[in-house]
T-cell receptor
């Protein structure tokens, strides 16, 4: 049970920001929110993770609501190469196993 | 970044034979590795956790006698699909954490297994 809910698919115009939502309303205080993505027929790639505070790295930003029941992954300037399935994952034990849900299939269009 | 490789990238085998898939961490040591399976249009399903020097821990519903896992060194884990059948055809992916760094899991490129 992945315990996160994501829309199955989204479209985004190239160069625009892609905002991918994730609902994790039952998350506990010690669980992290992780985001990975999988480009077709490749292994998943780590994007970002957070616990309570918003996070930003060279790939994306992660916005976590104050009650931690949902979060949004933001790709600030989507490119065609960002077309992938994006997975939002709750993780209690860092270093532990990841349970993947169905993810959001993001299509970036020219 | 850290690199995880898998070999072979693609394999075709006949029904009833066994196939070994290797997962290597190329530039770091990995005490723990994971094996996933992914069917077309589906998400990744965790099969087992592989720990160096000890027996693997299998997820519920995964047959340990069919999917043999060996993690004999800090850089190599192998998955052997024994007596393969067409329904075992899938995309097999491994992943690893750097020992002492639990924040990011590094994934291999995957192995496409086709059983005829």
């Amino acid at each position: 049970d992945a315990k996160t809910t994501q829309p199955p698919s989204m479209d985004c115009a190239e160069g625009r920001a892609a905002n991918l939502p994730c609902n994790h309303s039952t998350i506990s205080g010690n669980e992290y929110v992780y985001w990975y993505r999988q480009i077709h027929s490749q292994g998943p790639q780590y994007i970002i993770h957070g616990l309570k505070n918003n996070e930003t790295n060279e790939m994306a930003s992660l916005i976590i609501t104050e009650d931690r029941k949902s979060s949004t992954l933001i790709l600030p300037h989507a490119t065609l190469r960002d077309t992938a399935v994006y997975y939002c994952i709750r993780l209690y034990n860092q270093g532990g196993k990841l349970i993947f849900g169905q993810g959001t299939e993001l299509s970036v269009k020219p | 970044g850290a690199v995880v490789s898998q070999h072979p990238s693609r394999v075709i085998c006949k029904s009833g034979t066994s196939v070994k898939i290797e997962c290597r961490s190329l530039d770091f040591q990995a005490t723990t590795m994971f094996w996933y399976r992914q069917f077309p249009k589906q998400s990744l399903m965790l099969m087992a956790t592989s720990n160096e020097g000890s027996k693997a821990t299998y997820e519920q519903g995964v047959e340990k006698d069919k999917f043999l896992i060996n993690h004999a060194s800090l850089t190599l884990s192998t998955l052997t699909v024994t007596s393969a059948h067409p329904e075992d055809s899938s995309f097999y992916i491994c992943s690893a954490f750097k020992t002492g760094d639990p924040y990011e899991q590094y994934f291999g490129p995957g192995t496409r297994l086709t059983v005829t």
